[in-house]
């Protein structure tokens, strides 16, 4: 947060040499939104894989039983 907060104040100071605020500010959202979809998008595959993994552990367990496993 206490870096977004130095980057907006160069944006602010017009005597520093950085980028136009029109370019700037939607390269940091654009950089903030990117890293929560990449946190969601690794959420999603964990998910997916211990859903996996407890299909795989019902299936064991099923024919274990000698149940049918036509549904699914």
Known sequence: ???HILRLEQ???HSS?????RLTI???VNTDLQTQADK?????KDTNNH???IYASITTLAKSFGA?????
């Not at 049918?68 to 699914?72: G, K, T, Y």
């Open 1 to 3: 947060m206490k870096q």
């Open 11 to 13: 944006i602010a100071d």
């Open 17 to 21: 040499s950085s980028p136009s605020p």
């Open 26 to 28: 939607p390269t940091l």
């Open 40 to 44: 969601i998008e690794l959420s999603i």
């Open 51 to 53: 859903l996996s993994e």
């Open 68 to 72: 049918p496993l036509s549904e699914q």
